[in-house]
């Protein structure tokens, strides 16, 4: 039935939002048509850049994109040395190991640790 599956983010300046996340996350870019769309492909995830037509409000705390990593306090460093203001992540017994942070354009995100 479904062939292909995407999250579309709407950003404020598509060359900062696909410089973020390909060299910044480090993910690939696997296409793009001009300033009106691009593809970053994540594991099994692509993730839709479209700029917004409108001034960008706080985004929808409803959606957040995570991204499962071997290694939480690596990358959290990592992504430092790149310039993403990241908090330290917290350990709470019993629970997975989880940071959150944002894109440029505010978009919800985290870095959840794969045990």
Same mark, same amino acid.
Do not use: H, M
């Given at each position: 039935m479904f062939q292909q599956c995407n999250v579309t983010v709407m950003v404020a300046d598509m060359d900062r939002s696909i410089q973020f996340y390909t060299q910044t996350l480090g993910l690939p870019l696997g296409f793009r048509a001009g300033n009106e769309w691009a593809q970053v492909e994540g594991p099994g995830l692509t993730i839709g850049l479209h700029p917004s037509r409108e001034p960008l409000k706080a985004p929808d705390a409803r959606m957040s994109i995570g991204?499962?990593? #071997?290694? /939480? =306090?690596?990358?959290? =460093?990592? /992504? @430092? #040395? @790149?310039g993403v203001a990241i908090p330290e992540p917290k350990d709470e017994p019993g629970r997975d190991r989880i940071v959150n942070f944002a894109d440029p354009d505010g978009t919800p995100l985290y870095l959840i640790e794969v045990r």
């Open positions: 991204f499962g990593v #071997q290694d /939480l =306090a690596r990358t959290v =460093a990592d /992504l @430092r #040395q @790149r």
